[in-house]
C-alpha cells in the first residue's frame, strides 16, 4: 500500500511517501522552490517524494490530507456573524482561500490523474489528528496522553486525548479565538517580527527580558479549566478579527508601543517576550498535569506549531509527571503530511503499526557522483579525503566555520547534521561571528550544540535524549565556560544528542573533534542565511558558501576552500 500524504492548507507545504507503513521519503516544498515557509501547492515535492521511493504516480493507492476543509464549517459560520466586524474580510479568509487551496490540488490532480474513479482515493483528515494523533503512530510508545497546539486547524486550537497501540480517544478540544499560537503571535509582532514565521526569534529574544516585570498582566490573559479547555481575555487582542494587526489598543496602553522593524529593541519588548513566553510555558504546564491525571499515561507526545518551542519542550521534560516526550522533528504543519499517512495507515485502516520515525534524514542524497559533477561544473578547485570527517574535525579544531552538507536532506526546521554549519564552540566570539558574518542575522540569538549522545550527561543537564533539537535544558554549570558559543545567556542550551546508529558520519566528526580538543560538541546552525530556506543541493551550497563568511564547504567527501 502507497500513500501519499500532503499538507498544503497552511503555510510549509510539504508531502512524503509511505509504502506499508514505512516512511521512504519527506520533502518540504520550500527546499525546492526556495520560498521559506512556502504556501504554494507541493508540486515539487511530491515529485521528489517519488523519485527517491522509485515509484510512479499510478503507484499511489491513497492520498492523505491534513486537513478536513468542511469541518467546524457551521462553528465558522456563527463566529463570523456573530464576532467579525467586517464580514467580507472574513468571507475572503474563510471562504476565498478555501477554495483556491482546494482548487490547486484539485488541478494538480486532474492533471495526473484525470478523474476522480480512476485516481488513487482520497483522504481528508482532520488537523490536529494529522498533528498529534499521526505522531503518535510513529512515536516510540505503545501508550501515551496527546496534546496538540497550534494557531488553529479547521478551528480547533488545542487537543487534548490518549493513545494507545492503534486506538486513541479525545479527552478535550478548545476553539479559536482561544489559541496559544495566536497568543505567542501577538508578542511576536509587537517585538517586530513576522507572525507565522518569527517565532523562534521571540523565544530567543525572551531570556534578554525580565518575565516578571509583565508576568500578572500576561497571566490574566488566559485561564485553563479543569478539563484543560483555555479561555482568553480578547479585550488585549485584535486577532480575533482575522486582520493583520494582532494587538488591541488596551495592548499598547499597558505595553507600549511596539517595536518597528530593524530598530533597536527597547526593555519593554524584551520584557513583553519574556512573559509571554513565560506564561505559555506555565499554561501548558497547567494543561499537562490535567492530561496526566486523567490519563495516568508515562509518556507524551506533543504536536502542532506551539510544540517547536523548544524552551517550553524542556520544561515539560524537567517539571511535567511525564518521564519524556515525544516531539516529532517537523512538529510543525510541515509534519502534517506524515501524520496524515500515519493516521489512515494506522488509525483508519487499523494496520498494525511497524515504523518509528527517530531519522529526521528522509529527503534527497547526493552521491560523491552528484556533488562532482556540479563542482567540475562550476569550475572550482576541490580536495578528496579518506577520512572527511577527521579532517573536517581539524578545520574546526582551529577556527573556521564550515558548510557540512552530507547524505539525505533532514525533514523539519532544525538542521540535525546533514545540511548545516558548524563551529568549534569553545571559541566564545564564534556566536557574534557566525550571527554577523555568516547568517546575517540578529545579534542575540544564540545557536544549538550537537553532542554526542555518550557526552550528553557531562556537559548538559537532561535526563533525556534530544535527537531532534528541540528540547532545550541547561548547559552544567562549570561547562559553560568551555562552550561559551553555544551557552545562551541564561545559561541554556537547545541540545541535539547525535546517536551513532541515526547519522554516523555526524556521529565521527564531532567524536573526532572530542578526540582534538576534550570537547565532543559541536555548534550547529541550518545551513542558510537568515530568510532563505536551508540548502537542499550541492548548488545551493556552493551558492551559500560564497556569498557568506564561511570558511571551507565539506560535501561528501570533498573540501572547498575560499584560498
Known amino acids: 500500500m502507497v500513500i501519499l500524504g500532503l499538507n498544503y492548507y497552511f503555510h510549509d507545504s510539504t508531502a512524503c511517501i509511505i509504502k506499508d507503513g514505512v516512511l521512504l521519503a519527506a520533502i518540504e516544498e520550500e527546499r525546492l522552490n526556495r520560498d521559506k515557509h512556502t504556501r504554494k501547492f507541493p508540486m515539487l515535492a511530491i515529485d521528489r517524494c517519488l523519485k527517491i521511493a522509485k515509484l510512479e504516480y499510478d503507484d499511489i493507492d491513497h492520498i492523505a490530507v491534513s486537513i478536513k476543509p468542511n469541518h467546524d464549517v457551521f462553528k465558522k459560520i456563527w463566529y463570523g456573524i456573530k464576532v467579525i466586524k467586517s464580514l467580507k474580510a472574513y468571507f475572503n479568509k474563510i471562504v476565498v482561500t478555501n477554495y483556491s487551496k482546494q482548487k490547486d490540488f484539485w488541478n494538480w490532480f486532474k ?3 484525470k478523474s476522480r ?3 488513487p482515493k482520497i483522504h481528508f483528515i482532520e488537523h490536529h489528528y494529522s498533528h498529534v ?12 496522553a496527546l496534546l496538540s497546539i497550534d494557531g488553529h486547524g479547521e478551528w480547533a486550537t488545542t487537543w487534548l486525548g490518549v493513545g494507545k497501540k492503534n486506538n486513541f ?6 476553539y479559536f479565538p482561544n489559541s496559544l499560537g495566536a497568543f505567542y503571535e501577538v508578542a511576536t509582532q509587537f517585538c517586530g517580527f513576522r507572525t507565522s514565521y518569527d517565532e523562534g526569534k521571540t523565544m530567543g529574544l525572551a531570556p534578554m527580558g525580565d518575565p516578571n516585570v509583565f508576568l500578572k498582566e500576561v497571566d490574566k490573559m488566559i485561564t485553563v479549566d479543569k478539563d484543560g479547555r483555555l ?7 485584535n486577532y480575533q478579527n482575522m486582520g493583520w494587526e494582532r494587538c488591541s489598543e488596551k495592548f499598547y496602553k499597558i505595553f507600549g508601543e511596539p517595536r518597528k522593524h530593524g530598530e533597536d529593541f527597547k526593555e519593554r519588548h524584551m520584557n513583553v517576550a519574556a512573559a509571554f513566553q513565560r506564561v505559555l510555558e506555565n499554561k501548558v504546564l497547567e494543561i499537562c498535569d490535567i492530561l496526566y491525571k486523567k490519563t495516568k499515561a508515562q509518556y507524551l507526545v506533543i504536536s502542532g506549531g506551539v510544540s517547536l518551542n523548544s524552551v517550553m519542550n524542556g520544561r515539560i521534560v524537567r517539571e511535567s509527571p ?3 516526550v515525544y516531539v516529532m522533528p517537523a512538529a510543525g504543519d510541515n509534519g502534517t503530511a506524515i501524520g496524515a499517512a500515519y493516521y489512515l495507515y494506522n488509525g483508519v485502516f487499523n494496520k498494525k503499526r511497524n515504523f518509528v520515525h527517530n531519522n529526521p534524514y528522509v529527503g534527497t542524497s547526493y552521491s560523491n557522483e552528484d556533488i562532482e559533477k556540479d563542482l567540475k561544473g562550476a569550475k572550482l578547485k576541490y580536495d578528496y579525503f579518506e577520512d572527511v570527517c577527521d579532517e573536517a574535525a581539524s578545520l574546526l579544531e582551529k577556527g573556521n566555520i564550515i558548510g557540512w552538507f552530507q547524505g539525505a536532506m533532514e525533514i523539519g526546521p532544525r538542521a540535525l547534521g546533514n545540511r548545516s554549519i558548524l563551529a568549534n564552540p569553545a571559541f566564545p566570539q564564534m556566536k557574534d561571528k557566525i550571527n554577523s558574518e555568516v547568517k546575517f542575522r540578529e545579534a542575540y540569538r544564540p545557536f544549538a550544540p550537537s553532542a554526542i549522545v555518550e557526552a550528553k550527561d557531562d556537559f548538559f543537564d537532561l535526563e533525556v535524549e534530544a535527537p531532534f533539537m528541540l528540547k532545550v535544558c541547561n548547559v552544567l554549570h562549570d561547562k559553560q565556560s568551555v562552550i561559551p558559543a553555544v551557552t545562551h545567556v541564561d545559561g541554556s542550551a537547545r541540545l541535539q544528542t547525535v546517536n551513532k546508529e541515526t547519522n554516523e558520519r555526524y556521529y565521527n566528526l564531532i567524536k573526532s573533534l572530542g578526540d582534538k580538543t576534550g570537547v565532543p560538541v559541536v555548534l550547529n546552525t541550518s545551513f542558510n542565511i537568515q530568510g532563505e530556506p536551508v540548502v537542499e543541493s550541492p548548488k545551493d551550497a556552493i551558492r551559500c558558501f560564497f556569498s557568506t563568511g564561511l570558511d571551507y564547504l565539506v560535501m561528501g567527501d ?3 576552500s575560499k584560498q
Not at 135 to 142: D, G, L, R, T
Open 322 to 324: 511525564f518521564d519524556d
Open 169 to 174: 480517544k479525545c479527552l478535550s478540544q478548545s
Open 117 to 119: 474513479l480512476n485516481g
Open 231 to 237: 479561555s482568553f481575555d480578547l479585550s488585549y487582542f
Open 111 to 113: 492533471y495526473h490523474f
Open 133 to 144: 494523533v499521526g505522531s503518535f503512530f510513529v512515536s516510540p510508545y505503545e501508550e501515551a
Open 558 to 560: 570533498f573540501i572547498l
